[in-house]
């Protein structure tokens, strides 16, 4: 890629944040720049706020785009912490259409569209992190999870992804996992750090029952305080905290702009 510069933007549930990335190093180049998500968080509304990063950075290329939904084909298939209108939308063209009308685009001679590249926001994470981050050159399964206001899910073997896997939305002794054991479940409900622990252990227990990985990667928000938590989690499989913490998803995002990694 020899340095290849890329945008990067991570729509999350409360934030949409994006970076310049150099996606030969995993290095960001310049001052990440966040924004609310809108409420309603629609397709429209959401594409405008993406514009809106774009434009405070200045720049006019190729742009990576994550959403918390299943993506395939560029079509956005599920709707976790956004709008429930984003079922069915055509992610990449929404969005390369709102870029293509902003100001660098047009005096670029860009045309109506810019190309983008949209993928689940976690599959973007984990990409991040086996290739620059705690899974680089671990070989096995490789299950990585972000934790914030779900939960999200990328599973790799030997480095390669298996995307859309939604392990988030597992069923665990009757609930929705991440309805429990998410980072805003335990800031809802006011869990200390050993309760909340106690509930997300039983999560990874019940998820490597099905999936037997060698390693799982834990990443999102709570990943800035592992010495909160890390400690008290119970699981037979090696557990590490993401090295790129939450710039995982815009370094991800970046990678997928310049390699066209999207599912």
């Not at 620059?132 to 480095?159: E, K, N």
């Not at 980072?183 to 997300?200: I, T």
């Amino acid at each position: 890629m020899n340095g290849m510069r890329r945008l990067g933007i991570d729509v999350g549930g409360t934030g949409v944040k994006g970076n310049v990335v150099d996606t030969e190093t995993g290095e960001l180049l310049a001052d990440r720049v966040r924004i609310e998500t809108p409420h309603p968080a629609t397709p429209e509304a959401v594409a405008d706020t993406v514009a809106a990063v774009v434009e405070t950075h200045g720049y006019d290329g190729p742009v990576g785009i994550t959403l918390p939904s299943v993506v395939k084909a560029g079509i956005a298939h599920t709707a976790a912490n956004i709008d429930p209108t984003w079922p069915g939308t055509d992610a990449v063209t929404l969005f390369g259409e709102r870029l293509g009308r902003l100001p660098d685009a047009q005096r670029s001679g860009a045309g109506p569209s810019r190309p983008v590249f949209v993928l689940n926001d976690a599959d973007a994470a984990g990409l991040a992190e086996v290739r620059f981050g705690a899974g680089a050159g671990r070989r096995g399964v490789v299950c990585m999870l972000t934790i914030g206001t779900g939960i999200g899910s990328a599973l790799f073997l030997d480095g390669r992804l298996l995307p859309s896997s939604e392990f988030g939305h597992l069923q665990v002794d009757g609930h929705d996992a991440e309805s429990r054991a998410s980072a805003a479940a335990r800031e809802r409900e006011e869990l200390s750090w050993p309760k909340w622990a106690k509930r997300f252990s039983r999560y990874l227990q019940v998820l490597e029952d099905l999936v037997w990985p060698d390693l799982f990667i834990l990443g999102g928000g709570v990943s800035k305080k592992p010495d909160k938590w890390l400690p008290l989690l119970e699981a037979r499989t090696e557990i590490v905290v993401a090295q790129l913490q939450n710039q995982a998803g815009i370094v991800g995002a970046a990678m997928a702009a310049a390699e066209d990694t999207s599912p």
